[in-house]
T-cell receptor, first 109, second 118 residues
Framework: SQKIEQNSEALNIQEGKTATLTCNYTNYSPAYLQWYRQDPGRGPVFLLLIRENEKEKRKERLKVTFDTTLKQSLFHITASQPADSATYLCALDTDKLIFGTGTRLQVFP | GAVVSQHPSRVICKSGTSVKIECRSLDFQATTMFWYRQFPKQSLMLMATSNEGSKATYEQGVEKDKFLINHASLTLSTLTVTSAHPEDSSFYIC??????????????FGQGTRLTVV
């Protein structure tokens, strides 16, 4: 069956550290993969999109990698801040977006 | 950036009644919109793809007669939860992509609708 799993339901880190979130998938071959941020009671907000022929994408403190052989994407937030606390969702882009299970990130001061 | 607006943000209804949720793209025309449902502490589950001028495409396990989707214009899709029951209580979210931007792009999401059926 098709699955998209994000490695941990919750991740707690100290301010200033790098947060690394993992997205693994099976039985899909997406040409694109996207990451979103969702705050409680709100709709997701787009962060980054990476294509299958791109190994890495960066935007300010954010970095995404995409390994189609491992069927895995890593999402990094460097110099994390309490304001980064939210749920982060990966989504496989197959003309429609199929979302992963999500990881709740909590950054402590 | 492009905006998708969803209304209402919260609704409480009695069992057996129907509830309509609207999703509008405010500054682009969306031939396709997507409806998701999200239960507490769970991810977004795609319910259906709303197609302007044609029937919606429902995901496996989603009852099309219970969740009626109408996409009558290029800027409006509606989801009607018919004969609502307490188990339909959830967070419903719509999304759309701007077709004017080439290739696969980011999706814009509505604010979501918290439906509570009592």
């Amino acid at each position: 069956s098709q699955k998209i799993e994000q490695n941990s339901e919750a991740l707690n880190i100290q301010e200033g550290k790098t947060a690394t979130l993992t997205c693994n998938y099976t039985n899909y071959s997406p040409a694109y993969l996207q990451w979103y941020r969702q705050d409680p009671g709100r709709g997701p907000v787009f962060l980054l999109l990476i294509r299958e022929n791109e190994k890495e994408k960066r935007k300010e403190r954010l970095k995404v990698t995409f390994d189609t052989t491992l069927k895995q994407s890593l999402f990094h937030i460097t110099a994390s801040q309490p304001a980064d606390s939210a749920t982060y969702l990966c989504a496989l882009d197959t003309d429609k977006l199929i979302f992963g299970t999500g990881t709740r990130l909590q950054v402590f001061p | 950036g492009a905006v998708v607006s969803q209304h209402p943000s919260r609704v409480i209804c009695k069992s057996g009644t129907s509830v309509k949720i609207e999703c509008r793209s405010l500054d682009f025309q969306a031939t396709t919109m997507f409806w998701y449902r999200q239960f507490p502490k769970q991810s977004l589950m795609l319910m259906a793809t709303s197609n302007e001028g044609s029937k919606a495409t429902y995901e496996q396990g989603v009852e099309k007669d219970k969740f009626l989707i109408n996409h009558a214009s290029l800027t409006l899709s509606t989801l009607t939860v018919t004969s609502a029951h307490p188990e339909d209580s959830s967070f419903y979210i719509c999304s759309a992509r701007d077709p004017g931007v080439g290739g696969n792009t980011e999706a814009f999401f509505g604010q979501g609708t918290r439906l509570t059926v009592v």
